[in-house]
Antibody, heavy 116, light 111 residues
Framework: QVQLQESGPGLVKPSETLSLTCTVS?????????WGWIRQPPGKGLEWIGS???????YYNPSLKSRVTISVDTSKNQFSLKLSSVTAADTAVYYC?????????WGQGTLVTVSS | QSVLTQPPSASGTPGQRVTISCSGS????????VNWYQQLPGTAPKLLIYSNNQRPSGVPDRFSGSKSGTSASLAISGLQSEDEADYYCAAWDDSLNGRMVFGGGTKLTVL
């Protein structure tokens, strides 16, 4: 059974960098597929942040591209998200996910609040 | 404002058939497949339909998807109380070097 688990700080100060890691179990990232991040502000809809292929190729939401970096560590079967210069508008539940042409596996999500 | 347009709400009584629409453009639905997600309160979304009309294993055949031109629809027949959830459509968009786009979501209420 494929499982994804997000980890990282739940509180980030404005202007700092949000960093999250997704640990995958039950499937080897190096075997294929895209691995991505989606966020959901409280009470609002879903927003795609970006994805990374197992080989390292990345695709980012143009609206966030200047602030986003997604990387993969196949040795640890993990992939990570860094979002710089955060503001209150970046407060959201952040999900990591596997994309096989549809997002078939999601992490449980982690709430990240941007506040001083 | 979402790239894909969904009605904010929909409702039906148990046993009824309900449809949720998703409108896009030539750069997304018009040229790529559509996926649908169900999000129960307080949980992560779940893939309901992929590639316009395919159901993942375990999804009841009460759920069906279709696509025509730049629009797509999700139909739920034999509505049940546990279907009360938020539903999102999604597709790849070829503009701006490519991006995944979601609809704004439709809250389905079972009366």
């Amino acid at each position: 059974q494929v499982q994804l688990q997000e980890s990282g700080p739940g509180l980030v100060k404005p202007s700092e960098t949000l960093s999250l890691t997704c640990t995958v179990s039950g499937y080897s990232i190096s075997s294929g597929y895209y691995w991505g991040w989606i966020r959901q502000p409280p009470g609002k809809g879903l927003e795609w942040i970006g994805s990374i292929y197992h080989s390292g190729s990345t695709y980012y939401n143009p609206s966030l591209k200047s602030r986003v970096t997604i990387s993969v560590d196949t040795s640890k079967n993990q992939f990570s998200l860094k979002l710089s210069s955060v503001t209150a508008a970046d407060t959201a539940v952040y999900y990591c996910a596997r994309d096989t042409g549809g997002i078939d596996y999601w992490g449980q999500g982690t709430l990240v609040t941007v506040s001083s | 404002q979402s790239v894909l347009t969904q009605p904010p709400s929909a409702s039906g009584t148990p046993g009824q058939r309900v449809t949720i629409s998703c409108s896009g453009s030539s750069s997304n639905i018009g040229s790529n497949t559509v996926n649908w997600y169900q999000q129960l309160p307080g949980t992560a979304p779940k893939l309901l339909i992929y590639s316009n009309n395919q159901r993942p294993s375990g999804v009841p055949d009460r759920f069906s998807g279709s696509k025509s031109g730049t629009s797509a629809s999700l139909a739920i027949s034999g509505l049940q109380s546990e279907d009360e959830a938020d539903y999102y459509c999604a597709a790849w968009d070829d503009s701006l070097n490519g991006r995944m786009v979601f609809g704004g979501g439709t809250k389905l209420t079972v009366l």
